[in-house]
Structure formats: structure tokens, C-alpha cells
């Protein structure tokens, strides 16, 4: 089975606490919680094992005692991991679900930065391995104050070794983006638009395709329309609507997992993003991150129409 890595440099606690209504300035009791590892590198790996058709290593930054509990947590869902133990406490995120409202808030907590020394053991742990991975993922941010160069110095090991890169994180990102190889870039729409300083979808992706020329992009936008650029082309991707969200939490990390998955299983990437996204629809059906139910993943698979609306020269 091909493996998939995946840099996940800022994992967390992951408390999710579910109640009938959420007001603010006011006392607030949950009616449910959810307490397991998390962060967006983790989701991805826990989402991959639930489509089942590769395996995954992750390359994190963990420490204190909540880095040793999600840690324990990792070795005993079975993910396997390379991890790089910081000085300072990994963070703890709480996301509050509002079951009247349908909504969801985030509190996170800072996360301390990366030394040059711990980023220095990451990145030669990875040299080490890299030839023994299919497609490597950057996935989420990275720890508050790191240097936004670890991103392009751990996609160049990659680069080097004719390793696909799948890229989904923000800033600091174009470096990555201009390395030579082949780079495919996985945010939502909100973020290609700060990424291309555009504000519609249509030049946005024109606009990507003439400054990043070997890159592909695929773009979501929650349960609306999302959109996937490569070789000039433009596909536009129509999404079921949910009877019934548990919670949206982890559904771009699924994404990506399903999207890398596909690939690597020689899928063309305009396909590979229509199922990944009939994966991120799936997983709002559940209480935890990363995680779906493939046959609910196949039910809204065939239902979910992907439109080659062609060139982007013309659109």
C-alpha cells in the first residue's frame, strides 16, 4: 500500500462540546463532548484510514503533557508518526457546536515556536524517509512565530526526491508554490483569494494558473460550489445539499486525504477532487474530525456533478 505523509506541524487537543444553544456573555452547559487528537495533519491521517486505500505518516511538533496525551492517542488509533518533541505545551483547541443555530465557534489556543534546532531534527527526519512516500502533504498552519520557510524547505526534500506535493495551508505558502515539480494547492475560497488578491473565482483561478504554471488548484467553499483548476482548464463542482450537519469540523482535512488517496491510486485530479469533496460532505456527518462513513461517502458521490466548463482564456 502507498503511504502518503503528511506535515502536520502544529497538532492539538481537540475538545468539541456540543450544546442545544450557545449564548454569549452568559453561562453555558454542554450537552455532549468530544475529547481526542486533532489538528489538521492528524485529521488528514485519520480520514485516510477511513477511505482505506493508503497508509499515512505524520511528521508533527509535540510537547508538554498535552503533547504526550495526543501522542498516546496517535499510537493507539494506530497512526503511525514522527514526532519532534518542542519545548514549549501543544495547544488545546475547543469547538463549541450550537445545535439551534447550526453554527460552530473555535476557541485555539497560541502555540509556541519552533526552534531552529527542533526544526533542523524535523526536517532530517524527513530527508531520511522521504523515499518511501507516495505524495507528501503540508497540512495546516504552523506553530505561532515559526519561520514560514519550513514549508518550502520541507517541500524542496520532497521536490528532490520526484515526490508529488499536495499543499494546504495560507502563509507563507507561495514559496512553495514556486518550486518546480509537481504541486498541487488545496485551500478554500476565502483563502485563494487572499493567495491571489483576487475577489471572484473565475479570475482568481486565471490568475493562479499564469503566476504558478505547474500547479494545480482545487478550491472549496463549504457546502457551495467549489471549483478545481489545472493545465487551463476549469471544472465547477455542485454540492448535495446535508439534510442534517453534525458538525463541519475536519472536512477540508478530509479533502485532502481523500483527494491524495485518489491519486495515488491514478485517478486525474479533476476526479480525484469530486470524490474528495463527496469525503469532506460525508465527514459533516460526523462528531469527529477526519472521520466519515464510506458508504455515506458513495451516496453523496453520485449525486455530487462536476461541469468541465473549459478554458480559462475564455471564461
Not at 64 to 72: E, I, M, S
Not at 126 to 144: N, T, Y
Request: contains cysteine; glycine residues 8%; charged residues 25%.
Amino acid at each position: 500500500m502507498k503511504t502518503i505523509f503528511v506535515m502536520g506541524a502544529n497538532p492539538a487537543w481537540q475538545k468539541t462540546l456540543v450544546f442545544q444553544r450557545l449564548k454569549t456573555d452568559a453561562v453555558n452547559r454542554a450537552v455532549s463532548m468530544e475529547v481526542y487528537p486533532a489538528g489538521k495533519g492528524v485529521n488528514v491521517c485519520r480520514a485516510a484510514a477511513c477511505f482505506g486505500t493508503a497508509e499515512t505518516r505524520l511528521f508533527q511538533f509535540a510537547g508538554g503533557t498535552t503533547g504526550q496525551r495526543l501522542c498516546t492517542a496517535l499510537d493507539e488509533l494506530g497512526i503511525r508518526h514522527e514526532t519532534v518533541e518542542t519545548r514549549h505545551e501543544t495547544r488545546t483547541c475547543v469547538t463549541c457546536l450550537d445545535h439551534a443555530e447550526g453554527s460552530m465557534t473555535e476557541l485555539i489556543e497560541p502555540s509556541g515556536a519552533v526552534s531552529e534546532t527542533e526544526a533542523e531534527n524535523f526536517l532530517q527526519i524527513l530527508k531520511e524517509q522521504i523515499c518511501e512516500a507516495s505524495v507528501f502533504v503540508i497540512s495546516g498552519s504552523l506553530p505561532d512565530g515559526t519561520d514560514a520557510s519550513l514549508y518550502r524547505r520541507a517541500a524542496e526534500i520532497a521536490v528532490a526526491a520526484g515526490v508529488p506535493v499536495i499543499a494546504d495551508a495560507v502563509k507563507g505558502i507561495e514559496a512553495v508554490l514556486d518550486l518546480p515539480g509537481r504541486i498541487i494547492l488545496k485551500v478554500n475560497r476565502e483563502e485563494f483569494f487572499k493567495i491571489t488578491g483576487c475577489s471572484e473565482i473565475g479570475p482568481a483561478h486565471r490568475m493562479a494558473e499564469k503566476r504558478w504554471k505547474n500547479v494545480s488548484f482545487a478550491v472549496t467553499n463549504g457546502p457551495d460550489e467549489a471549483t478545481f483548476s489545472g493545465g487551463g482548464r476549469l471544472f465547477r463542482y455542485a454540492i448535495p445539499r446535508l439534510e442534517h450537519v453534525i458538525s463541519p469540523l475536519g472536512a477540508g482535512d478530509t479533502a485532502t486525504a481523500v483527494f491524495a488517496s485518489c491519486l495515488l491510486d491514478g485517478m486525474a485530479e479533476a476526479k480525484a477532487f469530486r470524490v474528495a469533496l463527496s469525503a469532506a460532505s460525508a465527514n459533516c456527518l460526523s462528531a469527529r474530525a477526519g472521520e466519515f462513513d464510506p458508504a455515506e461517502q458513495r451516496r453523496i458521490l453520485e449525486n455530487l456533478r462536476c461541469t468541465d466548463t473549459g478554458s480559462l482564456s475564455v471564461i
